[in-house]
Structure formats: structure tokens, C-alpha cells
């Protein structure tokens, strides 16, 4: 058998587009350390790229300057490829802003190594058990249309590695999505930025830190806001006397509650689900009572 070269970044990934909300992003599993360095580049309002196998990560700079200048994911894929002269080895994808999309795969890269494109999206893989794993990426991400671009990519990812995925196992994954303002609080544009470096499953380890991430970093939705009646009141004087929020559960004032509640809430980091006194987000009251 052919030796398979060890700073191959042998992977499956997927880049692509929510056409509503005009996110970008990119969801890689890979048999490679760290693969979220590599692998994902994307600029809200321009595209996203996904660079790898014997990775150039040039094809990420230089692809989202392209991009820029107007150009389609095809036009940019032809150029970066064209002017690459290790391009036999190469694999990428590319989807524009306008959902403009383009997979390529060099003819010296390992089998199983190709790409499939579909409307707002394109998969591809290296050193796969078969192809199956970008058909079912491919499908996963249809099947999930009216969901997030974080669900759908997360869902794809995990449908290509039940398909086979990368035949050398599993070592790292990442999630990386952009939308302008869609960062922490409005201060940037990374709205998900995730990596799991080294891990037994890491797009397990993924979809988990994802959806803490989501807890963390989103603001309540109405339907979430909730008013605390007695019972919850209990519940959380409970939690947050066993948390040391509280140091006595007897005798609770209004006072001394909303205090020790606050002072949970800030310093656990969710003042994006803070809410006025006598009310709390339903997801972060859960939360609450199921943290240990």
C-alpha cells in the first residue's frame, strides 16, 4: 500500500451558505492535528474556502481577495489552481456570497478523494473509505434545509463520518461560521468559531461545545423569557446555595436571591440571557439546574 504522507491534511469538509441570513462557514473532520488551523478561511459578505490535502493555505488569503474583487467561487478555484503547481495534490471548495460554489480535486490526491457541489454548498474528501461520505454529507445538508448554516454543517459532517469518513480515524474537527456583526455582542463577524484539536470523536466533541456555545453566546429569544414562580424560586435558591452563590437556603429575602442570582449570571459569563428582576431565560434556569 501506498505511504500516505504524514502532513497530508486528510479530511472531509464542507463549506456553505445560508442564502436568508447571509452566513458563511466551513465544518472539517479530519486525521490531522489541530485541523481548524488549516483547513477553514472566511470573510462574512465574501465566502468561505476550505483548503486541504497536501493543504495551501494561500488558496485561503488569496482566494478570499479574489472573491472580493468580484470574482465567482468557479473563476477563483481556476485561478488558485491554475497558477498552483503542486495542484495534483491539492483539494478545496469554495462558496461566494452570491452561493456561487466550486469543489476541486487534484488526480494525485489518495483514494477515495472527490467533491460533490449542490445548491449553496460543496463537499469534499481525502483518503475516505469510499465516496459515500461526501454523498451523505451532501444529502445531510439538504435534508436540513429551513434549519441554521451551524446545524446543517454540523449535521453533514456527522452524516459523512457514519457513511466511513476519513479511512485513517478520527483526530480533529472544526466549525467556523461568519455573518457581519454576528460575533460576540456585534463586535465582529466571527458569529461560530470552534475547534476540537485532538479528540477520540471529535465531531461529537464538536456538536457539544457548539451547543454551549449557543447558550453562551446568544441573546434570548422572547419565547425564552419566563416569569420565576415559587417552584423555581426553590429550585434555583437550592442550586445556588449548593453552587456558593447563596450561604444559607433558610430565610432567602428578594434581595439576597436576585443579588446571589446576578452575581451567578456574570460571573458564569451570560449576561446575554440576563433579564429583569422576576423573570430568567428558560434555557439558562435548565442550565442552571443541571450544571454540577
Known amino acids: 500500500m501506498t505511504k500516505i504522507p504524514d502532513r497530508l491534511v486528510a479530511t472531509f469538509s464542507i463549506v456553505g451558505r445560508d442564502p436568508e441570513t447571509g452566513e458563511l462557514g466551513i ?20 465566502g468561505a474556502i476550505a483548503t ?17 474583487e468580484g470574482k465567482t467561487a ?9 497558477k498552483d503547481p503542486d495542484k495534483a495534490m491539492r483539494q478545496a471548495g469554495i462558496v461566494d456570497a452570491g452561493g456561487g460554489v466550486a469543489t476541486f480535486t487534484g488526480d494525485g490526491c489518495y483514494d477515495w478523494a472527490g467533491g460533490k457541489t449542490g445548491e449553496n454548498y460543496a463537499v469534499q474528501g481525502n483518503i475516505l473509505v469510499s465516496e459515500e461520505t461526501v454523498e451523505a454529507m451532501a444529502a ?12 446543517k454543517l454540523l449535521h453533514a459532517l456527522k452524516e459523512g463520518q457514519k457513511a466511513g469518513g476519513d479511512r485513517r480515524g478520527m483526530q480533529s474537527a472544526a466549525l467556523f461560521i461568519v455573518k457581519e456583526k454576528g460575533g460576540y455582542a456585534g463586535y465582529n463577524d466571527r458569529m461560530v468559531d470552534l475547534r476540537v ?8 466533541e464538536l456538536e457539544r461545545i457548539y451547543r454551549l456555545h449557543q447558550l453562551y453566546f446568544t441573546r ?5 423569557i419566563i416569569n420565576i414562580n415559587e417552584e423555581m424560586r426553590e429550585n434555583l435558591v437550592r442550586r445556588l446555595t449548593q453552587l456558593n452563590y447563596l450561604h444559607d437556603a433558610t430565610d432567602v429575602t428578594d434581595d439576597t436571591f436576585y443579588k446571589a442570582l446576578r452575581n451567578y449570571i456574570h460571573t ?24 454540577k
Open 27 to 46: 465544518a472539517v473532520q479530519s486525521k490531522f492535528l489541530g485541523v481548524g488551523a488549516v483547513v477553514p478561511w472566511a470573510e462574512a459578505g465574501v
Open 52 to 68: 486541504q490535502s497536501m493543504a495551501n493555505t494561500a488558496y485561503g488569503k488569496e482566494g478570499l481577495q479574489l472573491l472580493k
Open 74 to 82: 468557479k473563476e477563483v478555484m481556476d485561478i488558485l489552481v491554475e
Open 140 to 151: 445531510g445538508f439538504e435534508e436540513k434545509a429551513g434549519d441554521a448554516l451551524a446545524e
Open 197 to 204: 484539536d485532538e479528540h477520540e470523536t471529535p465531531i461529537n
Open 220 to 224: 434570548t429569544q422572547e419565547k425564552d
Open 268 to 291: 458564569e459569563n451570560f449576561e446575554e440571557r440576563e433579564q429583569e428582576q422576576g423573570k430568567i431565560d428558560l434555557k439558562l434556569y435548565q442550565f442552571i439546574l443541571m450544571e
